[in-house]
């Protein structure tokens, strides 16, 4: 994965300081279709000038070893997006 960073390893800050250095990289960045969130979040990556393959997360087929790497050392809780819908109501 040496030239491929998915977009949750980046902040905002991260993005403009690459952009000021005129570091560009290609991109997977796996999305919703439709997300408000995930537009913002191309927007930026776009606006910094990185080129995006960007493919959609509901039709993968997604196995532990496919997700695994995707987590590093992260607590079991930090997997889940927090402010899914979903997840509030149990």
Same mark, same amino acid.
């Given at each position: 994965?040496?030239?491929? =960073? ?45 080129? =995006? ?13 496919? =997700? ?18 979903? =997840?509030?109501?149990?």
């Amino acid at each position: 994965m040496a030239n491929y =960073l998915t977009p949750s390893s980046y902040g905002s800050a991260v993005i403009r300081i690459m952009k000021r250095l005129g570091i560009m990289v290609k991109i997977t960045f796996y999305e919703k279709p439709g997300c408000v969130g995930n537009y913002k979040q191309k927007a930026l990556l776009w606006g910094a000038g990185h080129v =995006l393959e960007v493919r959609d997360m509901t039709i993968m087929q997604w196995t532990p070893e496919i =997700l695994r790497p995707f987590f590093g050392d992260r607590p079991i809780p930090f997997w889940f997006n927090q402010s899914s819908p979903r =997840l509030k109501s149990g």
